[in-house]
């Protein structure tokens, strides 16, 4: 079993910045990646980025590219996600989650096994 736990959401000003974390705990020997997802009101959860926990490989949404950066710490146990240059439209829940095997699609919701409680990221303009 895995537990992911994300911290570093609240609110910000558009142009500014957050850094979520997500430490796991549990099975982390069986992770191949990370993901981030975000989920706003009336809309549904969308990927974000993410990185391969056995390279370091990252991934990234359009949407998000040149402003946000994933990376991972060296005992491969906890996540990050730099958040820059925030827009309004970046505002939603943020979700973290795990694919516990190989070579699954790694932009696709529902290739995660688990999945944190999310964190809210509020940008104001």
């Known amino acids: 079993q895995v537990q992911l736990v994300e911290s570093g959401g609240g609110l910000v000003q558009a142009g500014g910045s957050l850094r979520l974390s997500c430490t796991a705990s549990g099975r982390t020997f069986s992770w191949y990646a990370m993901g981030w997802f975000r989920q706003a009101p009336g809309k549904v959860r969308e990927f974000v980025t993410a990185i391969s926990w056995t390279d370091g490989s990252t991934y990234y949404a359009d949407s998000v590219k040149d402003r946000f950066t994933i990376s991972r710490n060296n005992a491969k146990t906890t996540g990050y996600l730099q958040m820059n240059s925030l827009k309004p439209e970046d505002t939603a829940v943020y979700y973290c989650?795990?694919?516990?095997?190989?070579?699954?699609?790694?932009?696709?919701?529902?290739?995660?096994?688990?999945w944190g409680q999310g964190t809210q990221v509020t940008v104001s303009s």
């Open positions: 989650a795990i694919q516990s095997k190989p070579w699954r699609p790694i932009r696709t919701l529902n290739e995660y096994d688990y």
